[in-house]
């Protein structure tokens, strides 16, 4: 069966900070993967998804980067982390477009 | 327009009630439709796809009317259990479009 895997599952960081965080995927080969984010009280937005290896899509413009290393990796990375970065990031995938999304755990990031 | 729109709530119910959530969107060329649940700060969870000729897993029946562009989700014999935030989500054919709604929350009452 597939499991996806996040960590880490919380963290606090300083505005300006750099961010990584990584998703990995296992029982599965080439999944459509994507990173979201749900601020508090608000509806999950999509960041980025990726169909293959090296290839990233942007929905959002903002100080935040994906990058798909490896088949099963996703990460998601920022050079400096501004106050509106804080929220749920939630990884995900899927076995193509329009199959159902499954979720990983999740980061709850706190910028302060 | 939100691609998906949804009553936010907060329905409150007692046990054993039956309660029905309505979902809107307004592309017409959606093709997957699929109710998640997510409790309180963790992952969404998928509940059920929606198939056209509608579904039905247990206590939870799932509807689709294309004609009218919603979907809706029936909770029979409502559980303490079942109390959570249910969304509603669209996917386009083309691209990588999955559309979340923001969320209709429950709370089953003893």
């Known amino acids: 069966s597939q499991t996806i895997h996040q960590w880490p599952a919380t963290l606090v960081q300083p505005v300006g900070s750099p961010l990584s965080l990584e998703c990995t995927v296992e029982g599965t080969s080439n999944p459509n993967l994507y990173w979201y984010r749900q601020a508090a009280g608000r509806g999950l937005q999509l960041l980025f998804y990726s169909v293959g290896i090296g290839q990233i899509s942007s929905e959002v413009p903002q100080n935040l980067s994906a990058s798909r290393p490896q088949d099963r990796q996703f990460i998601l990375s920022s050079k400096k982390l501004l106050l509106s970065d804080s929220g749920f990031y939630l990884c995900?995938?899927?076995?193509?477009?329009?199959?159902?999304?499954?979720f990983g755990p999740g980061t709850r990031l706190t910028v302060l | 327009r939100k691609e998906v729109e949804q009553d936010p709530g907060p329905f409150n119910v007692p046990e054993g009630a039956t309660v029905a959530f309505n979902c809107t969107y307004s592309?017409?060329?959606?093709?997957?439709f699929f109710w998640y649940r997510q409790d309180c700060r963790k992952e969404p969870k998928l509940l059920m796809s929606v198939y056209s000729s509608g579904n039905e897993d247990g206590r939870f029946t799932a509807q689709l009317n294309r004609a009218s562009q919603y979907i809706s989700l029936l909770i029979r014999d409502s559980k303490l259990s079942d109390s959570a935030t249910y969304l509603c989500v669209v996917s386009l054919r083309t691209g990588n479009q999955f559309y979340f709604g923001t969320g209709t929350s429950l709370t089953v009452i003893p």
């Open positions: 995900a995938w899927s076995a193509s477009s329009y199959n159902e999304q499954f």
């Open positions: 592309n017409s060329a959606s093709q997957s």
